[in-house]
């Protein structure tokens, strides 16, 4: 399917678990994001990657890891969960950078129990 | 740091204006609005760039004051469709830092 896709769609995890939250691009984008939505914070920038194997941190890293071996795929990893990290988590991309438009995935919703 | 939005929330009747207002403590060199539908991604509404000018989008538009650092969304002749979350994004190199949302309910 074209676009931008996260898998799965729905996550139930215990505390110190590794989860590992899917994102999947078809239009080649060289931006990709990962954010985290809570009520009362919006939306708050988790990692960002500019292409392939370029990764930086965006407001809240902690805890969470990101690679990016293809264009096309960037994977977040929470190495050991903790219920602070259940929230909903959004995957984004744009063609060349901050000053253009974002284009959302559905979204992760994750319980960590 | 997060951009302030306001009002936190506002419900209106279908046909009503609304104004919503993002201010930064920081310089702005774009401003990024946003619409969410509840459990739906946001979708993109537009981009005021600094210096560029205002922007439009069918009855909803946007300024940009580069002074005051803060940006205005302006929702004319509001309808149903119209209800979501609002936010707005401020823009500093590859990074977009959202404001908390505008909670937006346009009743019949």
């Known amino acids: 399917d074209a676009g931008i896709t996260q898998s799965p769609r729905y996550k139930i995890t215990e505390t110190g678990r590794q989860v590992t939250l899917m994102c999947h691009q078809t239009?080649?984008?060289?931006?990709m994001f990962w954010y985290r939505q809570d009520l009362g914070h919006g939306l708050r920038l988790i990692y960002y990657?500019?292409?392939?194997?370029?990764?930086d941190k965006g407001e809240v890293p902690d805890g969470y890891v990101v690679s990016r071996s293809k264009t096309e795929n960037f994977p977040l990893t929470l190495e050991s969960a903790t219920r602070s990290q259940t929230s909903v988590y959004f995957c984004?991309?744009?063609?060349?950078?901050?000053?253009?438009?974002?284009?959302f995935g559905p979204g992760t919703r994750l319980t960590v129990t | 740091q997060q951009p302030v939005q306001s009002p936190q929330a506002v419900i209106l009747r279908e046909g009503e204006d609304a104004v919503i207002n993002c201010s930064s403590s920081?310089?702005?060199?774009?401003v990024h609005w946003y619409r969410q539908k509840h459990g739906e991604a946001p979708v993109f509404l537009m981009i005021?760039?600094?210096?560029?000018e205002q922007k439009g989008h069918e009855k909803i538009s946007a300024s940009f004051n580069e002074k005051k650092q803060q940006s205005s969304l302006y929702l004319t002749a509001s309808q149903l469709s119209y209800s979501g979350t609002y936010f707005c994004?401020?823009?500093?190199?590859?990074?977009?830092?959202f404001g908390g949302g505008t909670r937006l309910m346009v009743k019949p």
């Open positions: 984004a991309s744009t063609p060349t950078g901050g000053l253009y438009e974002q284009y």
């Open positions: 239009w080649s984008h060289s931006y």
């Open positions: 990657s500019a292409a392939a194997d370029i990764t």
């Open positions: 920081k310089a702005l060199y774009s």
């Open positions: 005021l760039l600094k210096g560029g």
């Open positions: 994004g401020t823009g500093a190199g590859n990074m977009l830092t």
